[in-house]
């Protein structure tokens, strides 16, 4: 797969993540003690990178057997290439 599609799908996965944040921030809030999170931004921020991260390499596995270094190190470059965005909008 070449890399515009694959960041055509990260990005969706991402843009799909962050919709989700007011949730997760709500949810984290309401269950504070439990999860002893102190910074529930942060938190959302890990999910978010943590979802995109592994539906990129989902997507890679889903077009080949099995996704060599070299293109988990893509999907790492594709989504942190868009970690200001995410970051601007899980903290602004």
């Known amino acids: 797969m070449s890399d515009e599609p694959l960041e055509t799908l990260i990005i969706q996965v991402i843009d799909g993540a962050i919709a989700t944040i007011p949730s ?8 504070k003690e439990v999860l002893k999170v102190e910074n529930p931004q942060e938190f959302a921020y890990g999910i978010v990178m ?3 991260l592994g539906m990129g390499g989902a997507i890679l596995s889903a077009q080949k057997e099995m996704p060599t270094t070299e293109d ?3 999907i790492r470059d594709l989504v942190y290439k868009h ?3 995410i970051r601007e909008r899980i903290f602004s």
């Open 83 to 85: 970690i200001p965005e």
């Open 50 to 52: 943590g979802m995109a």
């Open 24 to 31: 997760y921030l709500d949810e984290i809030k309401e269950n």
């Open 72 to 74: 988990q190190m893509k």
